[in-house]
């Protein structure tokens, strides 16, 4: 009898054993009797979200979204594309919406809707500053309206903008959608490097595929400025990035380069510069106070801009 016993039990102990390891290890019996649970019990739904987003992980649908009529685009009228990485794309600490209602609209996929972050069209679903320089936009007394076109993929590398790249046909179907609304850029706002940075991209190579990108802005009819920002900082590994920043690096450089080498390319904001430890949440991404202050350095930047175009 206590051999039995005990035998049983040296089994039990084994079976809990093998059940354990071949859990962890994914080996047999456990894929096969967890492919079971699937068939007879079915996969477990997803929760659902209000959110919805493409192959691309763009945000392409919120249901909280408001839509609304397309303005017109008038003389007066900013239509802003926003390309670029996570700090381009919804990964702010904070987020806006429209203060004049259809005044500031996130055009996507030919409709608009009242700008309200996050935006459709580009990754994630946190905050962003773009509304909040559209607002300040209207404020100023620059534009009348503004549409917002943001294009914008978190961790992007630049190469996958330029010709050949994955989100190269994604860029022109947008520009095309634009058109289609008659809808014509007026300024290109490029916040992009942190990524290049990180993974060793050289200067050359860097402003070899920007410029393949601002050749396929320009081989589809966009003649606006293309406004590249210094941005390359983004730290701690957490965000993928280094523990310090050495500003002086071959991104900058190459962005600097690019600033003016012309072709309708300007510098845009720097945030590298501009940006301290307090204005990013978590040592990267742009928190309330970076959007305030990163806002506000677009607004000075288009609107002075502006003004030597009207002198000409």
């Not at 994630?124 to 404020?139: P, Q, S, V």
């Not at 393949?212 to 081989?219: F, G, K």
Request: charged letters at 20%; hydrophobic letters at 35%; one cysteine or more.
């Amino acid at each position: 009898m206590r051999n039995t016993m005990a035998a049983g039990l040296a089994a039990m102990i084994a079976m809990y054993f093998l059940g354990g390891m071949s859990a962890r290890h994914e080996i047999f019996p456990w894929s096969q009797l967890s492919a079971l649970r699937k068939m007879v019990g079915g996969e477990k739904a997803a929760a659902p979200s209000r959110y919805t987003f493409d192959d691309k992980e763009r945000l392409v649908g919120d249901e909280s979204k408001t839509p609304v009529t397309c303005p017109t685009q008038t003389d007066r009228t900013a239509v802003l594309l926003i390309l670029g990485q996570s700090n381009a794309a919804n990964d702010s600490g904070q987020r806006y919406r429209s203060n004049y209602g259809a005044r500031v609209v996130n055009a996507f996929d030919k409709r608009c809707f009242i700008a309200a972050s996050p935006l459709l069209g580009s990754t994630d679903t946190k905050g962003e500053y773009r509304t909040l320089l559209g607002n300040n936009l209207i404020a100023s007394g620059q534009n009348d309206s503004v549409i917002l076109a943001p294009l914008a993929c978190s961790g992007s590398e630049v190469a996958r903008w330029a010709t050949g790249g994955d989100l190269n046909p994604v860029l022109v179907d947008t520009m095309k959608k634009l058109q289609g609304s008659d809808y014509r850029i007026t300024s290109v706002l490029w916040v992009q490097g942190e990524k290049d940075l990180v993974i060793g991209t050289t200067a050359e190579a860097y402003q070899e595929h920007f410029m393949s990108m601002v050749d396929t802005l320009r081989q589809h009819g966009v003649e606006a400025p293309v406004y590249i920002s210094i941005a390359s900082k983004c730290l701690e590994p957490s965000n993928g990035g280094f523990k310090e920043h050495i500003p002086d690096n071959a991104i900058v450089r190459a962005q600097l380069a690019l600033s003016k080498s012309g072709h309708g390319i300007r510098e845009g904001v720097n945030s590298d510069a501009l940006l301290d430890g307090e204005d990013r949440y978590d040592d990267c991404h742009i928190g309330g106070t970076g959007a305030e202050n990163v806002s506000r350095a677009w607004l000075n930047l288009l609107r002075g801009d502006r003004r030597l175009e009207t002198l000409r």
